[in-house]
């Protein structure tokens, strides 16, 4: 129970429980190297489906405080829109222990999530 504690200060303390945006892919890699789940969200800030797709991870960031939620702007960051093979925005990929085990494409999952009331 106390190793469990510590773990989850260790987390707040690095930044989970927030969303968080990232500036480049500096940032990013340094992000997956600290923390052992992380969900981020390749957005364009023009994009509407990008934006409720960031008020619902807002609201997730909050109560799983064992994953890192954060936000990157694909058009900072060429190289890895390249490697990761991102076609359409908005993107969710999920990290976990430095390994990427899910690349969710919101295209036509966005239309049913914007119908759905966020919770209060």
Known sequence: MIAKQKKTQKNVLNGHGRYMELSDQKE???????????????YRPSTLRCQ?????????AAGHLETRFLKINAEKCPFLVEKLRII????????????AVALSRMLCDAAAVARRPLPR
């Open 52 to 60: 409720i797709v960031d008020r619902h991870l807002e609201t997730l």
């Open 28 to 42: 990013f890699f340094e992000a997956c190297r600290v923390s052992e789940q992380v969900v981020i969200h390749f």
């Open 88 to 99: 359409m925005l908005p993107t969710i990929l999920c990290v976990k222990v430095r390994f």
